[in-house]
């Protein structure tokens, strides 16, 4: 078995559940909004980002998270693969 592999993988599933946890809580929404708040205070633009750039960024945030699922199988189903009998 590749430990190198092997450690790919887990990672991969660690951060694929730590990405779909975050995106569960509303955390991307949430650093949105403060982002908007902050960089963009004192110009002319609208008080709150549109709903299209919200709902672009929770898209975006779970097709991450379930790209990074499915990365770390695959990776780990590679490593067991390759494992010596």
């Given at each position: 078995m590749n430990r190198r592999l092997l450690i790919a993988g887990l990672l991969l599933?660690?951060?694929?559940?730590?990405?779909?946890?975050?995106?569960?809580?509303?955390?991307?929404?949430?650093?949105?909004?403060?982002?908007?708040d902050t960089l963009l205070s004192g110009l002319d633009?609208?008080?709150?980002?549109?709903?299209?750039?919200?709902?672009?960024?929770?898209y975006v945030s779970l097709v991450g998270g379930i790209a990074e699922l499915a990365g770390g199988v695959v990776v780990l189903l590679v490593c067991f693969a390759r494992a010596p009998a």
């Open positions: 599933l660690v951060s694929g559940v730590i990405t779909l946890s975050l995106h569960a809580a509303g955390v991307p929404e949430s650093l949105l909004n403060s982002l908007y633009v609208p008080p709150h980002p549109s709903q299209t750039s919200t709902d672009i960024l929770n």
